[in-house]
T-cell receptor, first 111, second 111 residues
Framework: DVKVTQSSRYLVKRTGEKVFLECVQDMDHENMFWYRQDPGLGLRLIYF???????EKGDIPEGYSVSREKKERFSLILESASTNQTSMYLCASSFSNEKLLFGSGTQLSVL | SQKIEQNSEALNIQEGKTATLTCNYT??????LQWYRQDPGRGPVFLLLIRENEKEKRKERLKVTFDTTLKQSLFHITASQPADSATYLC??????????FGAGTRLFVKA
């Protein structure tokens, strides 16, 4: 069964901590995406990558960075977590921009 | 600026009826539009994709229409069931590698 796996389902961190969210896909997809989802705001694109070591900013990249050293893995990094980064984080992958396959999400709480 | 609008209010319908959800977009001309389903605490799941040269697309009890003149897509679920209760997201393709989603419409189907 093809899937996108996010390393943690729930995560609690303290303000100022460096946070790594990991995402792995097993479908050999070129494109990978990180979104955050907040009530009333819907899904917002943080960063995406269309190839290994390539990355592009989405609509809300501030406070985040990403890493894609291998095709199957796309990491989201919060350099210094803040309370306004408390959110549901969703990773997705696809061959093009069609039919994104999402992971189950990581609910991050920053205290 | 580009904008995607979905009914922010929840849609409540009786089991067996047809649910109709609306997606309106402004300030761009998408080549295609996607619909996803999202259950609470889970990532979105792809349902249907319709291209600009297609007026209608069907999959089992689902039907999507795409009116490029009205800049609108309608998503229908016929013979709705309580298991159809979820949030439904539309994603008109905005160009390039980015997939941008509407905020979604929550559907409740009562038995």
């Amino acid at each position: 069964d093809v899937k996108v796996t996010q390393s943690s389902r729930y995560l609690v961190k303290r303000t100022g901590e460096k946070v790594f969210l990991e995402c792995v896909q097993d479908m050999d997809h070129e494109n990978m995406f990180w979104y955050r989802q907040d009530p009333g705001l819907g899904l917002r694109l943080i960063y995406f990558s269309y190839d290994v070591k390539m990355k592009e900013k989405g609509d809300i990249p501030e406070g985040y960075s990403v890493s894609r050293e291998k095709k199957e893995r796309f990491s989201l990094i919060l350099e210094s977590a803040s309370t306004n980064q408390t959110s549901m984080y969703l990773c997705a992958s696809s061959f093009s921009n069609e039919k994104l396959l999402f992971g189950s999400g990581t609910q991050l709480s920053v205290l | 600026s580009q904008k995607i609008e979905q009914n922010s209010e929840a849609l409540n319908i009786q089991e067996g009826k047809t649910a109709t959800l609306t997606c309106n977009y402004t300030n761009y001309s998408p080549a295609y539009l996607q619909w996803y389903r999202q259950d609470p605490g889970r990532g979105p799941v792809f349902l249907l994709l319709i291209r600009e040269n297609e007026k209608e697309k069907r999959k089992e009890r689902l039907k999507v229409t795409f009116d490029t003149t009205l800049k609108q897509s309608l998503f229908h679920i016929t013979a709705s069931q309580p298991a159809d209760s979820a949030t439904y997201l539309c994603a008109p393709h905005t160009g390039g590698f980015k997939t941008i989603f509407g905020a979604g419409t929550r559907l409740f189907v009562k038995a």
